[in-house]
């Protein structure tokens, strides 16, 4: 009997793009079938390259063969491009952040319920090796409850790498909505869901300079902050602090450290699947972690230096196997749309100047062994 496949479409042909064209074919239950843009030059050149059909946006969304829409638009496209697509009867799974508003979000979610539809929404690094390796080590009580953490994401901003940065500088881009779904997805996985929070924010400079081809040189604005550090209290009662900035030069704060009863846990990049995870007991020593021959931490990319484990299309593949099988997705639209809460709810507060109140809520996604993981794969 042959395996149930279902046919994915890409809606938007940009720099990430090629992960998902270059990673899916790992994974069971997907095959991109076709891609568009809505410069078709581009979107013919990667249906090219990777031996996919490019046909027009509204053909894509008609074809019958795409049972799943990928939606990897600029953020600020991401709301009427799933809604089109769930109004086409398909599937989405979105690129971070799911839209710019909760409002926006939850109108989503009634949209995907009324036809029977399921949104998923990166990241899906929560299913990478060395987090899930931390998730297992917090479920088995190795460092105790968890009371409090920090967590910083900061570097320069992209504008030096990026060769169309401007969406990072707008509303919808910034720190906390472009760097921050992967930190706080990682935080909701391990820790739990948020109920309030508070920060301060603001922008070192009016305008950015670009400094890749081909338009290094021109300036463009900065209408969203791009430093943001908020304070995160937890369902649960733990306490977080949350540094988010691309106004900062250099820094020596790690990526993400949660303190419990017992010990302390030392969690590599959110950004990225694997990692070095270490721990601490009671006396204060910190020794790194076994790992635990999980599928998503072997290096498997090495278009960077150093090469790293990247399995990017793992939380699509998870939503097709799930729309499959009756359950829910780990990178689901509850969990995501929660995150967009706690997010808009920092750059609220950040505005005001006050506490903010996360409005909605959600349940840690289920764990995924490495056996569960190997399912995934082809």
Not at 16 to 39: C, H, K
Not at 129 to 156: C, F, N, P, W, Y
Not at 172 to 195: E, K, M, Q, S, T
Not at 228 to 244: D, I, K, M, R
Request: glycine share 10%; proline share 7%.
């Amino acid at each position: 009997m042959t395996e149930k496949t279902l046919g994915v479409g890409i809606i938007g042909c940009g720099n990430i793009s090629t992960a998902y064209l270059q990673f899916a074919p790992m994974f069971r239950g997907i095959e991109v079938r076709a891609v568009t843009d809505l410069n078709m030059k581009t979107a013919r050149a990667q249906a090219g390259r990777f031996g996919v059909k490019a046909p027009g946006i509204d053909d894509l969304l008609a074809d019958g063969d795409i049972d799943v829409v990928v939606n990897l638009t600029i953020p600020e496209a991401h709301y009427p491009v799933s809604m089109a697509a769930l109004e086409a009867g398909k599937h989405v799974y979105s690129e971070k952040p799911l839209a710019l508003s909760v409002a926006d979000g939850i109108r989503m979610r009634e949209a995907a319920q009324t036809r029977n539809l399921t949104v998923g929404c990166a990241p899906d690094t929560i299913l990478g090796g060395a987090h899930q390796l931390a998730r297992k080590l917090i479920d088995d009580g190795e460092i105790g409850r968890i009371t409090a953490g920090t967590a910083h994401v900061m570097s320069h901003g992209m504008e030096h790498w990026h060769p169309n940065p401007d969406f990072f500088f707008q509303p919808g881009g910034g720190p906390v909505l472009d760097v921050g779904p992967y930190y706080i997805a990682n935080l909701i996985n391990l820790i739990g869901p948020v109920a309030r929070v508070a920060a301060l924010a603001s922008s070192a400079t009016p305008t950015r300079t670009i400094l890749s081809a081909p338009r290094k040189g021109e300036e463009i604005p900065v209408a969203t902050p791009t430093n943001v550090h908020a304070l995160l209290a937890f369902e649960n009662g733990a306490t977080v602090t949350l540094s988010t900035s691309w106004d900062v030069w250099a820094h020596r704060h790690a990526n993400m450290e949660l303190y419990g009863t017992e010990g302390a846990l030392f969690v590599p990049d959110p950004n990225f699947f694997g990692g070095t995870v270490e721990k601490a007991g009671r006396d204060g020593k910190i020794a790194a972690v076994p790992d635990w021959d999980h599928p998503f931490s072997k290096v498997n990319d090495d278009r960077h230096t150093p090469p790293r484990a990247n399995y990017r299309t793992a939380g699509l593949a998870d939503m097709a196997l799930a729309i499959l099988e009756g359950r829910e997705p780990r990178c689901s639209l509850e969990r995501t749309l929660h995150a967009l809460d706690v997010m808009t709810a920092i750059l609220a507060s950040g505005e005001s100047g006050s506490f903010v109140d996360v409005g909605t809520t959600c349940t840690r996604p289920q764990p995924l062994d490495p056996d569960q993981a190997r399912a995934l794969l082809r």
